[in-house]
């Protein structure tokens, strides 16, 4: 999309400070910004208090397309991406295994467990991807050196808008794990 359009791409996560590694390589690959969101507050952040916290920083920026993941490698439920876009009140395209930006619309095809469905959607809109989607870049030796010395815009939670402390972290966490 990014070559296709000439589109500008922020990656945002939120995590610990040695999160900045991975922004940088989403950078080395060919990424123009990134964002970490950090602070001790956030820690303990089930799916609701994850999503609050990231699309409180999506606020903070503009965007036309936001692309996620289909699920987290650790809790495995596809919620953080959907729940992103309900914060936002924008709508949400899920299991995309090919996006094209035609104007101000995307056209997704995705994929289910009998067929393919394409949907066309007006930006703004969140797309969850699955693995298919792209292959990604591979990182150049002057695309590590740049992201090496690229700066990392880091929020904390006083950088985070129109959210309330009740929905982040632990405290804003509805989910409580008694045993895993």
Known sequence: IKDATGAKVTVVTMGLPKADDMLREAMAMGADEAVLITDR????????????TIAAGL???????IITGRQAIDGDTAQVGPQIAEHLGVPVISYAEAIRVEGDSVI?????????????????VLVTALAEL???????PGGI???CKAEITTWGR???????????G???SPTKIAKA
């Open 158 to 168: 006083a950088d985070l808008k129109d959210v309330e402390d009740n929905n982040l």
């Open 145 to 147: 050196f740049d992201a």
């Open 41 to 52: 507050r956030l820690g303990g952040a089930d799916t609701w208090a994850t999503s609050s």
């Open 108 to 124: 997704v095809q995705g994929q289910y467990e009998d067929r393919y469905h394409e949907v066309k959607a007006k930006m703004p």
């Open 134 to 140: 792209n292959d990604p870049r591979y990182m150049t």
């Open 170 to 172: 632990l405290m804003g």
């Open 59 to 65: 606020r903070n920026l503009d965007y036309d397309l």
